[in-house]
């Protein structure tokens, strides 16, 4: 696969987007997992507004996408997106975080909303 050169100005904007631990882990997650903003809620134990915010924004520059299932949005990567193979590059470095979605699992909390 050849890997072309993202430009300066758009790796920054994706940098400062990923800049933020709460975007940043979000991303980690939905590496391997499709989840529901309700998942998030339960990880991060704060309200729905701010994870939708910190999903807007991950989603208007198209690093997201969401899907309806019923009357719920999964949010999973877009790796159709033109940044995805420089953001793969730096999820590959970060922890796992699947252990945050074991937890809610075993707390019967996985997906509340459904």
């Known amino acids: 696969m050849i890997q072309t050169a993202i430009e300066m100005d758009k790796a920054a904007v994706i940098m400062k987007l990923l800049g933020d631990k709460t975007r940043l882990t979000i991303m980690k997650l939905l590496e391997n997992n499709d989840c529901c903003v309700c998942e998030f809620v339960e990880i991060f134990q704060t309200s729905q507004p701010a994870i939708s915010q910190h999903l807007r924004k ?57």
């Not at 198209?62 to 793969?88: H, L, T």
């Open 58 to 114: 991950l989603r208007d520059v198209g690093v997201v996408k969401e899907e309806r299932r019923g009357q719920w949005i999964f949010y999973s990567i877009n790796i159709e997106n033109e940044f995805y193979p420089f953001i793969e590059q730096i999820l590959a470095q970060l922890p796992n975080q699947d252990e945050r979605l074991i937890a809610l699992e075993k707390n019967g909390t996985r997906i509340t909303c459904c």
